[in-house]
């Protein structure tokens, strides 16, 4: 079946520095992709719809300028974790969906600001 | 706007036993259902899926039929084992929405030896 891969799959940083988080569909192309955050034995939230070529779309309460997506080809969408602080310590999951508009999981990056 | 209830775990269970997993929806639509698992320290797997009104989706023994009239997606199994020990996720996905996906909190299952 389609894969998706993750990279970082786990990052460790320092409170302050930006992080960033690559998805990309390996054997098909997404038109569309979706970044969730999933905290410790919680489901998964949507915070953003990525488009290709265009802006992203995002979730309320999701900051914009916080969580910098940038959806370049049709096979990759990167998602950048500007300035960030413990609370910003998450499981970042991403999804991309083919042209059956069926989804297909990462594996997840596991972030920790220190 | 949309959302997904599913009954609260840990559901701890014995091999061979059956096994249900409640999940409800609200949607203004019409939308696709799923049931996604995640085991330990994997992504997320789609497990089965239903995109219309009394569909039945199946796979690996488990089953889950979209009941339109309780807006109900409830997953069984006849018969689960050791290797069924994970986090079940029920959830929908609706064409008016953008195709986003709606997740139910999560229901971890432990199946005992």
């Known amino acids: 079946g389609a894969v998706v891969s993750q990279h970082p799959s786990w990052v460790i940083c320092k409170s302050g520095t930006s992080v960033k988080i690559e998805c990309r569909s390996l054997?098909?192309?997404?038109?569309?992709m979706f970044w969730y955050r999933q905290f410790p034995k919680q489901s998964l939230m949507l915070m953003a719809t990525s488009n290709e070529g265009s802006k992203a779309t995002y979730e309320q309460g999701v900051e914009k300028d916080k969580f910098l997506i940038n959806h370049a080809s049709l096979t990759l969408s990167t998602l950048t974790v500007t300035s960030a602080h413990p609370e910003d310590s998450s499981f970042y999951i991403c999804s991309a969906r083919d042209a059956s508009d069926t989804q297909y999981f990462g594996p997840g990056t596991r972030l920790t600001v220190l | 706007g949309n959302s997904v209830t599913q009954m609260e775990g840990p559901v701890t269970l014995s091999e061979e036993a059956f096994l249900t997993i409640n999940c409800t929806y609200t949607a203004t639509g019409y939308p696709s259902l799923f049931w996604y698992v995640q085991y330990p320290g994997e992504g997320l797997q789609l497990l089965l899926k239903?995109?219309?009104?009394?569909d039945k989706g199946s796979n690996k023994g488990f089953e889950a039929t979209y009941r339109k009239e309780t807006t109900s997606f409830h997953l069984e199994k006849g018969s689960v084992q050791v290797s069924d020990s994970a986090v079940y996720f029920c959830?929908?996905?609706?064409?008016?929405?953008?195709?986003?996906?709606?997740f139910g909190a999560g229901t971890r299952l432990f199946v005992k030896a």
């Open positions: 959830a929908l996905s609706e064409g008016t929405g953008g195709f986003k996906t709606i």
């Open positions: 239903a995109t219309k009104a009394d």
């Open positions: 054997d098909f192309q997404a038109t569309t």
